[in-house]
Nanobody
Framework: QVQLVESGGGLVQPGGSLRLSCAAS????????MGWYRQAPGKERELVAQ???????NYADSVKGRFTISRDNAKSSVYLQMNSLKPEDTAVYYC?????????WGQGTQVTVSS
């Protein structure tokens, strides 16, 4: 069993920054992918940023240049630095890990961008 625990969400003003963290624990398989999705009210869950099996990164067009994904393999952790936040970034952010032919998800952390 794999557990993912996210932290770092909260309320921030437009233009502000937040850093999300996600730590994996348990019987972690070989990791083929790890990253972040988000889901805003009334919308589908969408990819925000990810590391692929080749180690490259992908970003949603809406966050390119503002968000940066990073990781610490020794800690089985992934991070999301979010700068220049906008109200439309408001969502629940979910960490995921893909390994052993399965997707694992965290419980989500709320990010609210509002003045």
């Amino acid at each position: 069993q794999v557990q993912l625990v996210e932290s770092g969400g909260g309320l921030v003003q437009p233009g502000g920054s937040l850093r999300l963290s996600c730590a994996a624990s348990g019987s972690i398989p070989s990791i083929n992918g790890m990253g972040w999705y988000r889901q805003a009210p009334g919308k589908e869950r969408e990819l925000v940023a990810q590391f692929t099996i080749r180690g490259s990164t992908n970003y949603a067009d809406s966050v390119k240049g503002r968000f940066t994904i990073s990781r610490d393999n020794a800690k089985s952790s992934v991070y999301l630095q979010m700068n220049s936040l906008k109200p439309e970034d408001t969502a629940v952010y979910y960490c995921y890990l893909y390994g052993g032919a399965q997707n694992y998800w965290g419980q989500g952390t709320q990010v609210t961008v509002s003045s």
